[in-house]
């Protein structure tokens, strides 16, 4: 089992920034990816990001976000994060980290980001 604790959302203004951390533990050594999606009210759930955990740490964003978030990893903390910069109210949605091994997957949580003035 793979357990995931998402943190960093909250409530923030247009424009601004936050930070999302997803730090995973216990059966973690056969994990290939790992990543955030995102789910609006009434909305299905989206991917944001990706990043594979291996050498080279390929990445992969939504349409949406490229060139605003930025995903990344810290393998010596277990550790991967999501920088969200120039956020948008369509940004808003529960976040959730998912992990993947080649025959199942993850997911925590979740975190609420909301952006509103």
């Known amino acids: 089992q793979v357990q995931l604790v998402e943190s960093g959302g909250g409530l923030v203004q247009p424009g601004g920034s936050l930070r999302l951390s997803c730090a995973a533990s216990?059966?973690?050594?056969?994990?290939?990816?790992m990543g955030w999606y995102r789910q609006a009210p009434g909305k299905q759930r989206e991917l944001v990001a990706t990043i594979i955990i291996s050498n080279g740490g390929t990445t992969n964003y939504a349409d949406s976000v490229k060139g605003r978030f930025t995903i990344s990893r810290d393998n010596a903390k277990n550790t991967v994060y999501l920088q969200m910069n120039s956020l948008k109210p369509e940004d808003t949605a529960a976040y959730y980290c998912?992990?993947?091994?080649?025959?199942?997957?993850?997911w925590g949580q979740g975190t609420q980001v909301t952006v509103s003035s």
């Open positions: 998912n992990a993947r091994r080649l025959s199942a997957e993850y």
């Open positions: 216990g059966s973690i050594f056969s994990i290939v990816a």
